[in-house]
């Protein structure tokens, strides 16, 4: 495996099972960046903010779960492209609405570009208003 393999791949575990910036920061440029294209996400710029806000996550869904469908490195480009489904029920508190014992299946996709074996970049790839719609959020 690449180190930029192995990279992407330590950051999305940790990421993807809330342990917030604190662990991630380990695999990731300190200014590292942020982008999507969704309403849920619109004021976080820093990977450092999606890292905290993956981990405050587990609040209201404190199952959270991923199940990775692919995995892969464009040497070429720097970059490493993995797409999943995340699962989980609102539960627990700190959601818009109190909990509504609704489940969540999201397919995403986390697009992340590396320099000098650090993330300096990622893109999240996501319909956050089905996601909001299946919790009952929306």
Known sequence: MSTNLDTAKRFFEACETGKGWNECSEYCHSDATFSAQT????EITSLEGYCEWMKNLFTPIPDGNYDLR???EDESRNSVAAFAVFHGTQTGPGGP???TGKKVAAEYVYHMELEQGHIKH???VWNDMISLQQLGWA
């Not at 309403?39 to 619109?42: G, V």
Request: avoid cysteine; glycine fraction near 0%; proline fraction near 15%.
């Open 39 to 42: 309403t849920a996400l619109a």
């Open 70 to 72: 692919f995995f892969a």
């Open 97 to 99: 609405v109190p909990p």
């Open 122 to 124: 990622m893109t999240k």
